[in-house]
């Protein structure tokens, strides 16, 4: 059976599975064999399922029954941070290496509810601390559109297995640009939700106030089928939004674009960016948007603040491995060495760095100065964010400063590493949605993205716009 | 930041490490508390911040009843634990 998964989308892949043309068998088939051609290289997978027969039998049924939804049996890949009951979640760490997860998040719970088919895990940094997926500890994960490059991070396992058709869509975390600054980087489209749309139980947490899950696919079309599937209420998560309250005033667009002048003239990004930046504002005024320019000039603190809050939460969400309930557990004669003898050996080095730092910013006397100011901001950020989508649709950035980098470019400076996150952390700070849509390649071939924001809730924004942006 | 600092912090967040790594940790954090430290600035700059909430914080609650039968989970989570005995883990003499 020959499918060309370069081409497919889901509307295709369920419109062929629908009349028969392949089944749910064909398809997952058909990403098995790349899996075993490429993930030795690549290593986007770290672990390919072993009830992926089950898993296709149930879809199978669901097309027989007639009990179908576009999802059916869409074969997909997972970040290493979502429990998925029975199966391995290590979020990349030694100190869950061994960790099985006893229950569903919320996400695979809906996805298995639509018979959708979860081909295995995929790489990231560790705890998803980290923008080029080499703070992993299970070895790096090279990007499938020029393999001497980082596919970026902390989701690059579920962007490559994407981008090498070794999944048709792939779900991922973002808490200050996860998914969409590696989405950029292979070539594909990136959403972080709402915060609170998609349900955050049983995703291994990194930083609560930030975190959100969500999709990766090829185009526009699939990464909002992806995101319908798995928006909704879920008791388990007490920070999900009752769809009761998730009523927007459901103004027209005016088409009308803003774009932030002096945080674009920032230091740190790079010209050629830049330069793809300006073509694509062409190109959506081409399509009939008017692009003007906005003063936003709280939203250049967002980074500082992201650094601030993150290790904040970090140092207390990370606080539950202490090798006594689950994980890594390391020999020693006092209660305290095994503690500190588990979380010296099972947490990496960018891991243990944000633990000390989050730890030094909720410290006594230290708390006011950090912790405080930076939630004040945030604050204050929204605010900002909230007033200028009063007279624009959205804002438009690029998605990340740079271009791919090579491996181990950035490791040795942490403010390099940390500054790949500028474009997309004030949406994760602000709570509002956000997408990166490729936006054309460099000389070398490498991928550039553009990066929209829309007002709280307005996911159908950034459909709408990438979706003209794509003609 | 001295690397004394950096070793009372790796003691209060119960993390084994060696000097090396701490004496770098301290150098790291001379520039990243250089670079956050704009917050202190920006929030100067911020007058009583008026919150226009986009999103209603509740508390959710529920009723405090068992929905499980006992021991229902009990074997599987005590599977992931490192040492167990008569379903109870077992740690390190703590007094």
Do not use: W
Not at chain 1, 109 to 121: A, E, S, T, Y
Not at chain 1, 380 to 400: C, G, H, M, R
Request: one cysteine or more.
């Amino acid at each position: 059976m020959n499918i060309n998964l370069k081409e497919l989308t889901i509307s295709k892949a369920h419109e062929s599975l629908k009349n028969r043309e392949f089944s749910v068998r064909d398809l997952v088939d058909a990403y098995l064999d790349v899996i075993k051609e490429k993930n030795s290289d690549i290593n986007a997978y770290l672990e390919v399922y072993n009830d992926i027969d089950d898993q296709v039998k149930i879809a199978e049924e669901m097309f027989k029954n007639g009990t179908v939804t576009l999802m059916t049996g869409i074969p997909i890949a997972i970040k290493d941070n979502m429990l998925c009951v029975g199966h391995i979640a290590s979020a990349s760490s030694k100190i869950l290496g061994g960790y099985t997860a006893t229950y569903d998040a919320g996400v695979i719970r809906q996805l298995k509810d639509q018979g959708v088919v979860i081909l295995g895990r995929t790489n990231m940094d560790e705890f998803a601390m980290g923008s080029s997926t080499e703070t992993s500890a299970y070895g790096n994960t090279k990007n499938p559109l020029d393999t001497s490059c980082v596919p970026g991070g902390s989701s690059g396992g579920s962007v490559s297995a994407v981008a090498m058709n070794a999944a048709l869509v792939s779900l991922g975390s973002d808490t200050g640009g996860s998914i969409r600054q590696p989405a950029s980087f292979t070539g594909l489209v990136g959403l972080k939700p709402t915060y609170g749309t998609v349900s955050r139980s049983g995703i291994i947490s990194m930083a609560s106030s930030l975190d959100q899950v969500g999709p990766i696919g090829k185009n526009v079309e699939d990464v909002e089928i992806l995101f319908n599937s798995i928006n909704g209420y879920d008791k388990l998560d007490s920070t999900c939004i009752p769809i009761e309250n998730r009523k927007i005033l459901n103004s027209p667009m005016t088409k009308r674009l803003g774009v932030p002048r002096e945080f674009l003239s920032g230091e740190g990004i790079d010209k050629d960016v830049l330069e793809n930046f300006e073509k694509s504002c062409e190109k959506l005024k081409k399509q009939g948007y008017e692009i003007i320019d906005v003063s936003l000039p709280l939203i250049k603190y967002s980074l500082a603040v992201y650094y601030i809050l993150m290790p904040a939460e970090v140092s207390s969400n990370l606080a539950r491995y202490d090798g006594i309930r689950y994980g890594l557990s390391v020999e020693a004669d006092k209660l305290f060495d095994v503690y500190s003898k588990t979380r010296g050996r099972g947490f990496g080095k960018e891991v243990r760095r944000r633990l000390l730092l989050g730890t030094y910013i909720l410290s006594y006397g230290y708390y006011d100065a950090y912790y405080n100011s930076a939630i004040k901001v945030r604050s204050a950020i929204k605010n900002e964010l909230a007033n200028i989508f009063l007279s624009v649709d959205a804002i438009i950035t690029p998605t990340a400063p740079c271009l791919p980098f090579k491996f181990n470019e950035k490791t040795k400076d942490p403010i390099a590493m940390y500054m790949s996150d500028l474009f997309t952390v004030p949406a994760n700070i602000a709570e509002i949605p956000a997408i990166s849509i490729p936006s054309g390649l460099s000389e070398k071939g490498l991928p550039y993205g553009l990066h929209i924001m829309a007002p709280f809730l307005r996911e159908d924004i950034l459909f709408s716009i990438g979706k003209d942006f794509e003609k | 930041m001295q690397l004394e600092d950096v070793k009372k912090l790796a003691n209060l967040a119960r993390i084994d490490m060696d000097e090396v790594e701490m004496t770098e940790i301290a150098k790291d954090f001379d520039s990243i508390l250089a670079y956050v430290s704009q917050v202190q600035e920006a929030s100067k700059l911020i007058e009583n911040v008026t919150q226009t909430e986009q999103r209603v914080l509740i508390n959710v609650m529920r009723e405090d009843v068992i929905l499980n039968t006992p021991g229902e989970y009990t074997e599987k989570i005590l599977k992931n634990a490192p040492k167990t005995e008569d379903g109870f883990l077992k740690v390190k003499q703590i007094l």
